[in-house]
């Protein structure tokens, strides 16, 4: 089962306009009880580059510096899902997610 925390590759195309395109890595952000029961997950996209903005966390990520692009979340269906590639702590991400969402 997809968890929350977990990053998978996934495979964006197609997309349209200045949404992020290609297989890119993504951190699994819906909770548990969702990614169980629906076929779809949601998602925020991790890059190496990208603007420095209070709701994009900086985490090391394989051995990388990676932003979380809290402010790029996608609904994906599971079928995008290309491979595990590892986890990032909750306590990471977590806390400003919810207070974007607030």
């Given at each position: 089962?997809?968890?929350?925390?977990?990053?998978?590759?996934?495979?964006?195309?197609?997309?349209?306009?200045?949404?992020?395109?290609?297989?890119?890595?993504?951190?699994?952000?819906?909770?548990?009880?969702?990614?169980?029961?629906?076929?779809?997950?949601?998602?925020?996209?991790?890059t190496s580059?990208?603007?420095?903005?209070?709701?994009?966390?900086?985490?090391?990520?394989?051995?990388?510096?990676?932003?979380?692009?809290?402010?790029?979340?996608r609904s994906?269906?599971?079928?995008?899902?290309?491979?595990?590639?590892?986890?990032?702590?909750?306590?990471?991400?977590?806390?400003?997610?919810l207070e974007?969402?607030?």
């Amino acid at each position: 089962m997809v968890k929350r925390g977990e990053v998978y590759w996934v495979n964006l195309d197609p997309t349209l306009g200045t949404e992020i395109k290609k297989t890119r890595p993504a951190l699994i952000v819906s909770p548990d009880d969702l990614n169980a029961h629906l076929p779809r997950v949601i998602v925020a996209l991790l890059t190496s580059q990208g603007q420095p903005l209070a709701c994009r966390p900086v985490v090391s990520f394989e051995g990388k510096s990676a932003r979380i692009l809290l402010d790029q979340l996608r609904s994906v269906d599971k079928s995008r899902l290309l491979g595990k590639m590892g986890d990032i702590e909750l306590a990471l991400w977590h806390p400003l997610l919810l207070e974007m969402l607030a």
